[in-house]
């Protein structure tokens, strides 16, 4: 008899090796932390004697599952918003969210919380890239899994780098203070082609050989970026990670979605690990990566979950079970990705693809002990069928789920037993996350009832704060406004035509305000070609009628350059109400009596009441200012024969809404 | 205060009205089978007051989910056989094991399993098509579950009818004998346009009317369907449907995977409910529905599993996953089907689709109480934002599971309490299930290692048992054998010309015996012009030598028409080898001494040694007769000029792989 730790019994084995070796009835004997047998019960158990024996009877012995691409301190932000286009995503929430969030503590925080996530559901690896990603290695090795942590770095600011020199740094310190760790592999993360540039592919590349590592990157995840990629540099993102030698060392490609068999055949030739993410690819509209396309290419494919942002879970049994249906329901071809091939994404191949495949990835003496022991006496794994020896592949990928997982290990150590987390307390992990998760709950609730803040948020607002003062005429006589605008006490400075094209937001609480997108055409001789986009946000006038002549001030005029599509601030604002407001415009802007108005001639389109109308308009940042403002506007109103029975209160918007 | 017998309170209460009304901590109240009211907890707790208070604090309460079709007997089948061809998994497993498994027991217990499954995710209602449904009543009857159950009609003899009048008969019987339960809805289910015919389809919706229930029929299910369809009756299934009248009364269609705007108009103007069954529709390749296409055309939608044996779980949290993810992935937009829209197919929109829109679907007043609580403090549904109210919909569908239900009820009553089931014994029906398991376990386990079950379990195999008498030389002189052929004792019966495209489906184990596939095309003046196919398994001559002149004897030969193709029988017989020999081949069909014999001199094509061979055969049932004929042979190859010497030993497919 031979002494081990550690012996796992009566399970189906299913080991993953070359041959698809299946033992009906079979143990895993390990040592320390390496596998030292696999075989039929009847046979470990009479070679072996170990310090502790598991029976593992009724369930199904599997390598640990490798989650080959994911951002798991974004486990923090799961559920924080879906269904919105990816700009709407990024520029609306995860930028802002992540500029003020994202700190060690975060960090720290939401890789325990996805730690738990992934032990609980039998994941034993993980390839990570992040921001301040010693707190991923910190947080990995206490959970005591395994993982590949890859420090993010782009030409754009992060959270944890000003410049990209910054960042380089960063992942040369941070790699070299992990470099001797046994399970955690430091690394660098170039971002994607479209967020680097040569010289960070190029200085991660040397930083990446210099310390044995390989490297992780993004490629070729939207459609967008392929074209672009075309278009910028004539060559697809793969192609193009080659060509600045991302390639010369081994890599791990994230997504892979978008590419086609000349990608493939450059994966393939420098053992490239493609790795795609089902669910996040599609619940961002990526698409669907062509995994049978890539596996009979030869290509190392493995499986990830993305940021749990994106996904939502960290379910790499989800991942699988997508990676199995979706080629055969886009072919027509029922054969395609069969269950063995599907389960080996997330093991075998899985672990060819992150270059780990001496280590770990099937049940095979002197690979690591990680494993998950999954249990098979479900309803939903009722009943089963042993004719023939693949149908358990069949049993685990199309029926069994994450939380059928009973044990979890990792270097042959229990890090989940009988569904109870050891290494972390998930009730306090649950709690920091939580905690965390409140404080961003805060900004946004705030945020969100604040147009203001959601203005701000996505930047380039002119924050400068205006009352405006206005009168508006319903019907005026227009000779007897050019007559005014020709005495001499006024001075016409500017003249314009336009084309107003308005778009307005509007909320049930009528309190929160109005966001108003404007594309302005000016169609004067030598005036501007392009359009001009603005976003305006007013806040209903408080003091309606407190001026003479019925003027209206409006409180809280804020601007900002619209440089985003109207679809965008429709998902970003979510209005309740869309309103269209066309009008033709002449504009004049006057000085009168030292003060600067404008006056403005509209005619609305597609309206019942089409005007014209008069607008005569004011700003000024005094209050005492606005009254002296409104007087002079009442003797511009008399001098166009304008009475205050005349006067309207409403907007244009107020009146398309009647 | 107003007495209930139940209150839920404390959860977040996600009724799915059509105000879509989310109370962040609410509560239901439930007198006898309805809901009485739903509210805030602070107000439903102050004016109702209950026998029994459950507290649901941490967790979401929303409608019991509605599995829109299934065949819930099929759960015993689940994990049978995956990844192959629809043809194979239908012909080859579905149809031999449900010929040969289906009474009422088999459907009793498969239906137990199922409403057990169910119940434990929250399904509270389904609608199923299955034969003996008088036993899928009875059993969801006793889970206490809802039901809609159709009993299958279609033109084929079934499990339960002979032919479809007996089937029509059936239905009837089954449907008057349930009409006036409250809980189980007895209807009749045509199958498919392309297994009923309009007479089948006709007196379905007669009875249908005549009771008053929906009909429950399968459509547009693959594009091949679509495509004969379109063939035979220049109509799409759905066109085909509504001409023959079967949408004239309340109707619901399963799949509408190959749909169009016409169809969804259709669908809209009779008000049909249309039930794709998502991961069933990717697993069997039949492609996947256009979901956002027939929510945006105004068609009520529901959700279906199908059978567990093409899914394979019934687990509806899967379903509503994918309808939200596919139609984003593939569309490049992720803003379709967003979270609410999603779980509204499994709940409001799919009560719509199935016409129980007035019962069950969302938790207001006056409805039942058919609802499922579902835990949210799992690590995987943390964080929790409340910033946005709609976030409820993206934790439910994005990241909650299954197995997070913690409640079921039906009727205002629990089926399912914290995880346990109430109203069966979750071990007992797993017992039973896999009991029947193994026993067609045991009968594919024999058929799988028996090549002549397999191919008797497809049906057409000619059964007659031949001794086949063969010689066979190499390199002969062709003009002794016409010289043989052209003697008094000789008569040439038949003759023929042909080139046979043989492929050989081989085995490790040689006991197994070799499975033949022939294309045989004549090209003889005046032959047919059809090729011929045939499927022949020898088992391997036990008794070589035995004879003399090396005379191989075969024993155990089969042969049956070969009417599916060649990649159905390599899927279905699923070799370990696969050996192509072409050859020309002259035939002679002789009599010699009163005894029938075969002269063949064949020509292989791409071979080393291409021939010309020689073989003469003779087919005998009896041993002794064999011996006899042996002789025979070796007096015309003497004829022949052909010594023991030159006679081989190995068939041309042993010849074509040396």
Chains 1, 2 share one sequence.
Not at 69 to 88: E, K, N, T
Not at 238 to 247: L, M
């Amino acid at each position: 008899m031979q002494a081990v730790d550690l012996l796992l019994i009566n399970a189906i084995v299913v080991t993953m090796d070359a041959a698809g070796t299946v033992w009906q009835n079979g143990a895993v004997a390990i040592r320390e932390r390496n596998i030292v047998a696999v075989g039929p019960t009847s046979e470990i158990a009479t070679v072996y004697h170990a310090n502790e024996t598991v029976d593992c009877g009724g369930c199904a012995i599997i390598p640990g599952l490798i989650n080959g691409h994911c951002h798991v301190p974004m486990s923090l932000l799961r559920g924080l918003v879906a269904d919105v286009q990816l700009d709407v995503w990024l520029h609306g929430y995860m930028f802002p969210v992540e500029s003020r969030f994202v700190d060690e503590e975060f960090v720290y925080t939401g890789t325990q919380l996805s730690c738990a996530e992934m032990l609980r559901g039998g994941t034993t690896c993980f390839v990570d890239m992040y921001f301040f990603e010693d707190e991923v290695a910190r947080a990995a090795d206490e959970a005591g899994i395994r993982a590949i942590c890859g420090q993010t770095v782009m030409r754009f600011p992060t959270p944890d780098a000003a410049s990209y020199d910054e960042g380089l740094d960063r992942a040369r310190g941070f790699i070299h203070s992990w470099q001797e760790h046994e399970r955690i592999t430091p690394t660098i993360a170039p971002h994607a082609p479209y967020t680097c540039t040569d010289e960070i592919y190029q200085a991660a590349v040397q930083l990446a050989r210099e310390y044995d590592v390989p490297l992780v990157t993004h490629l070729a995840e939207t459609g967008l970026e392929l074209k672009e990629s075309l278009e910028n540099v004539h060559l697809s993102p793969v192609g193009y990670a080659e060509r600045v030698g991302a390639f010369d060392i081994p890599a791990i490609a994230a997504h892979c979605v978008h590419t086609d068999e000349r990608d493939w055949a450059i994966l393939r030739s420098h053992g490239v690990g493609a790795v795609p993410c089902p669910s996040s690819n599609l619940k961002l509209a990526s698409g669907v990566a062509p995994y049978a396309g890539l596996v009979k290419a030869g290509v190392s494919v493995g499986l990830g979950t993305d940021g749990p942002a994106s996904n939502d879970d960290q379910d790499m049994w989800n991942e699988i079970h997508l990676a199995a249906l979706l080629p055969k329901g886009l072919s027509n071809d029922p054969t395609l990705m069969p269950a063995k091939q599907a389960l080996a994404l997330a093991t075998s191949s899985g672990a060819k693809a992150i270059h780990m495949e001496q280590l770990i990835g099937s049940l095979e003496p002197g690979k690591r002990a990680d494993i998950a022991v999954v249990a098979l006496h479900h309803l939903h794994t009722t009943p089963q069928y042993h004719y023939n020896p693949d149908g358990i592949y069949s049993q685990l990928v199309y029926a069994a789920h994450n939380a059928d997982v009973r044990h979890t290990l990792v270097d042959g150590r229990f890090l989940l037993r009988d569904g109870v987390l050891l290494t972390m307390d998930a009730v306090q992990v649950r709690r920091n996350a939580q905690a965390i998760a409140d404080n961003i709950n805060g900004f946004l609730s705030a945020r969100e009832v604040n147009l203001l803040d959601k203005i701000v948020a996505i930047g380039g607002v002119k924050q400068d704060e205006i009352f405006e003062v206005q009168a508006k005429a319903k019907l005026v006589d227009e000779a007897l406004v050019m007559a005014m605008l020709n005495r001499a006490e006024v001075r016409i400075d500017k003249q314009s035509e336009r084309t107003q094209y308005d778009t307005y937001f509007s909320f049930v609480n009528p309190d929160r305000g109005r966001v108003r997108y404007r594309e302005d055409h000016r169609h004067d001789p030598g005036a501007r070609l392009d359009p001009k986009y603005t976003l305006t946000l007013t806040v209903p006038a408080a003091e309606r009628d407190q001026y003479p002549h019925a003027i209206l001030l409006s409180r809280a005029r804020y601007t900002a350059p619209a440089d985003r599509s109207l679809r965008f601030y429709r998902e970003y604002f979510a209005p309740e109400q869309i309103t269209e407001v066309e009008k033709q415009r002449r504009r004049w802007r006057i000085t009168y009596r030292s003060e600067e108005f404008a006056v403005n001639l509209d005619r609305l389109i597609n309206q019942a009441d089409p005007g014209p109308f008069l607008e005569i308009k004011a700003r000024t940042w005094s209050e005492r200012d606005a009254a002296y403002k409104a007087k002079l506007i009442g003797e511009l109103l008399e001098q166009c024969g304008v009475f205050d029975d005349q006067l309207i209160r409403y907007e244009y918007v107020d009146l398309a809404r009647a």
